[in-house]
């Protein structure tokens, strides 16, 4: 690898790096406003209100807004209304969960992938892959504790759910990515999601004090920042190069967890956490394994 590939790369690591900080800190103020009377639908607006403007902004001072005209509106409000649902199970597991377990539950998501890309777009999927979804819900098993009651069953299925939906939308903007940019994809999906909301967030009205207001308008600001920072990891890296930055979130959750509610995590939570992290690692390196070897580059490269 040349050094200028190499730092592209490392840019693209640093810029996943700083999106997951940015995510994280978003989804420790969303617990934070629950705390101090927010409701889900004012987090909710708050968090696409300031990011559309701030992706605006972002998009107008580059390639400009001209290149967010699309020929796919059907297919952006589709995106819009499954990241919706996606957004209130996510922030769901935010508030019924302590951080770090919810966090650990998000590490689900390579397991939902091969699920859906088995079941729904009938992609081959081997034994390699099979068992490291087994293995990771049995991590998942190990985080929850079934009747154990060492928080919330109901928790445990929303953050799972949360999870889910992050599968699916990936499998949507796999699709919608053949012919839309990330960052007109980012537009109408920050923007589709705003009436909705405020039609919700005018049923939900009500004051705060200045220290809350300033927690809202933060969940939006450093959210938008994280959603723009993962947008532009993928300019400078693959997603299989990129995807191991993602755990770094647990480090965040617990931190946060420790440092603002006095909550750690649990022992359950230490030892099956890094279970549903091996499985997510090795199916992204099942997958960039296999997609190496079936590109034209890989193929001409083997041996005969």
Known sequence: MTRAATDRVFKGLALRLFAIAC?????????????RGATLGETMFHRQFWAALLVTGWIASGPGLESVRTARFAAHAGRAATGLVGMVFTFGAVLLLPLAEATALQFTVPIFATLLGALVLKEKTGWHRWGAVIVGFVGVLIVAQPGSGHFPLYGAIVGLMAALFVAIIAVLLRQ?????????TVFWFSWLSVPPLALVYLFQLKAHDPATWGILLGIGMVGGLGQLALTGSLRFATVSAVVPMDYSSLI??????WLIFGVLPTPYTWIGAPIIIASGLYIVYREHKLHHAHSPVSAAETPA
């Open 23 to 35: 995510l994280s800190t978003m989804s420790a103020l969303v617990k934070l406003a629950e705390t």
């Open 252 to 257: 965040w959750g617990t931190l946060y967890g």
């Open 176 to 184: 919608i990515g053949r012919t839309e940019s990330a960052a007109t």
